[in-house]
């Protein structure tokens, strides 16, 4: 059976949304999503705030409720019927989202054990045939073959598998008469 790595922040979750929400709420500004078109959220935001960027990502809260991409429960729910399913989420240069990460995906993802969750810094490590991540740089060193999810900092990269969302997902690895 083959095997499906897929990252959580962006793919699976909105923490984007999250992060703009409050860094709106404190600063009275209304940067949208659009407006990070090919950048992300710290090039747009002056360097004085960037701590105060990490300082919610370092937040206990952060990542406990955030929204749910659209069709990714269901997606990945098909495709945990032919494939070896792991969230594989860059967690370790904020800590404290371990936590709220385990609980969000066992309350979003119910059908995905526990033993295939992996948080890591260097997704290299990973051991599997497929990768959706977000962040490009992850593909660098992996093996298998990188997907990119389209997400709003990656908007202008090129030369890649490139997905706009789960249902394009599903039909990439559940052709018609496998779904």
Request: charged fraction near 30%; hydrophobic fraction near 40%; glycine fraction near 6%.
């Amino acid at each position: 059976m083959k095997r499906i790595a897929v990252d959580m922040d962006e793919v699976l979750a909105d923490a984007l949304s999250e992060h703009l929400t409050r860094y709106n709420r404190d600063h009275g500004e209304l940067i949208t999503k659009a407006q990070l078109h090919g950048k992300w959220l710290w090039d747009v935001v002056s360097a004085d705030r960037h701590e105060r960027l990490e300082g919610y990502l370092r937040s206990e809260d952060f990542f406990e409720d955030l929204p749910v991409l659209a069709d990714s429960q269901e997606v990945l729910q098909k495709l945990s019927e032919h494939y070896e399913i792991f969230i594989a989420t860059a967690a370790m240069e904020f800590p404290n989202s371990f936590g709220p990460k385990y609980r969000w995906l066992r309350r979003h993802f119910p059908f995905i054990p526990p033993t295939n969750y992996v948080f890591c810094g260097d997704k290299s490590i990973l051991l599997a045939d497929y990768l959706i991540d977000d962040t490009f740089r992850h593909f660098e060193r992996f093996r298998g073959k990188g997907i990119l999810f389209t997400a709003p900092h990656n908007a202008e990269i090129t030369g890649v598998h490139r997905v706009a969302g789960w249902r394009e997902i599903e039909k990439f690895f559940l052709p018609v008469g496998r779904a």
